[in-house]
Nanobody, 124 residues
Framework: QVQLVESGGGLVQAGGSLRISCAAS????????MGWFRQAPGKEREFVVA????????YYADSVKGRFTISRDNAKNTVTLQMNSLKPEDTAVYYC?????????????????WGQGTQVTVSS
């Protein structure tokens, strides 16, 4: 049974930082590209960032480029999102996702497994 479990969400003031993580189990982690998506109330789920299987390539949404950093540890089956210079518009539930096949990282439909999400709230 595949499980993706996010952790580390919370409340932070604008300009602050937060690190969220995703622990994967039940799959061969190194075979999967990993992504983070987010969904704010009343909005559609949107792509945030993705990282390929080896961690050698990353893909960022323009809205977070230069502020967020994704990394992965294939030995620990974890992927981490470091979020700096947070803005109120970053407030959302953040979801971790795993994709067996590479490419089209921006599309949610490409991902095979999803976590339950972790709430990130940025106050102004």
């Amino acid at each position: 049974q595949v499980q993706l479990v996010e952790s580390g969400g919370g409340l932070v003031q604008a300009g602050g930082s937060l690190r969220i993580s995703c622990a994967a189990s039940g799959l061969t982690f190194s075979r999967y590209s990993m992504g983070w998506f987010r969904q704010a109330p009343g909005k559609e789920r949107e792509f945030v960032v993705a990282i390929n299987r080896s961690g050698g390539s990353t893909y960022y949404a323009d809205s977070v480029k230069g502020r967020f950093t994704i990394s992965r540890d294939n030995a620990k089956n974890t992927v981490t999102l470091q979020m700096n210079s947070l803005k109120p518009e970053d407030t959302a539930v953040y979801y971790c996702a795993a994709a067996l096949y590479s490419g089209n990282y921006y599309q949610a439909s490409r991902y095979d497994y999803w976590g339950q999400g972790t709430q990130v709230t940025v106050s102004s």
